[in-house]
């Protein structure tokens, strides 16, 4: 059972950035695609960013395009959502999660898809 774990939520003003990480507890991570999700209370969990085994392709919630970035680092286990311009509405609790059975080339788009999860961290964007 591989084990996610975010760290770099905070609290942040409208306009600022964060970088979201993600560590994996089995060197299999590299063999899982991966995902970012959220949960702003009362809603339901999203998609917000998506990277595929090969790091080489990567998907975007029209709502994250052009400010939110998705990449990973194998060799430290480690996936990473870099959010900039970041907003009111980006407030939420964000999961990491892994997808051991997906295309080498293309990022997993459904939630069902994903076999493992973070506990997740908190995102508060507040003037």
């Known amino acids: 059972q591989v084990q996610l774990v975010e760290s770099g939520g905070g609290l942040v003003h409208p306009g600022g950035s964060l970088r979201l990480s993600c560590v994996a507890s089995?060197?299999?991570?590299?063999?899982?695609?991966m995902g970012w999700f959220r949960q702003a209370p009362g809603k339901e969990r999203d998609l917000v960013a998506a990277?595929?085994?090969?790091?080489?392709?990567?998907h975007y919630a029209d709502s994250v395009k052009g400010r939110f970035t998705v990449s990973r680092d194998n060799a430290k286990n480690t996936v990473y959502l870099q959010m900039t311009s970041l907003k009111p509405e980006d407030t939420a609790v964000y999961f990491c999660?892994?997808?051991?059975?997906?295309?080498?080339?293309?990022?997993?788009?459904?939630?069902?898809?994903?076999?493992?999860w973070g506990q997740g961290t908190q995102v508060t964007v507040s003037s």
């Open positions: 990277i595929s085994v090969s790091g080489t392709s990567s």
């Open positions: 089995e060197p299999t991570f590299s063999s899982y695609a």
């Open positions: 999660a892994a997808d051991r059975s997906s295309s080498y080339t293309l990022p997993s788009r459904r939630q069902y898809e994903y076999d493992y």
